[in-house]
């Protein structure tokens, strides 16, 4: 059975930086293309980026691009998530997500889901 746990979530203020953690369990982290998305109360969940088996393909939102790296860390199965001069329009909760595709290729649709974690930005 495919886990996943997010971790890091917290309350900082706008300008702010946080790391968000997904550690992956069930599977081989290594065939998995991941992705972190986000849902904000009233509103629909939303894509925040992507990341390939190999490291190599990312993909980000452009309400996040430039301020928020996604990354992994094969060996140690878990997916991060960057965030830098966080502002409280990315208040929300913050979920991994995983399905095994291709090597180079990024993106879902997802097959697994992790609880999610809240992230609020204070202004």
């Known amino acids: 059975q495919v886990q996943l746990v997010e971790s890091g979530g917290g309350l900082v203020q706008a300008g702010g930086s946080l790391r968000l953690s997904c550690e992956v369990s069930?599977?081989?982290?290594?065939?998995?293309?991941m992705g972190w998305y986000r849902q904000a109360p009233g509103k629909e969940r939303e894509f925040v980026a992507t990341i390939s088996r190999g490291h190599t393909q990312t993909k980000y939102a452009d309400s996040v691009k430039d301020r928020f790296t996604i990354s992994r860390d094969n060996a140690k199965n878990t997916l991060y998530l960057q965030m830098d001069n966080l502002n409280p329009e990315d208040t929300a909760v913050y979920y991994c997500?995983?399905?095994?595709?291709?090597?180079?290729?990024?993106?879902?649709?997802?097959?697994?889901w992790g609880q999610g974690t809240q992230v609020t930005v204070s202004s």
């Open positions: 997500a995983a399905r095994p595709g291709p090597l180079v290729l990024v993106g879902g649709p997802y097959d697994y």
């Open positions: 069930g599977r081989p982290f290594s065939n998995f293309i």
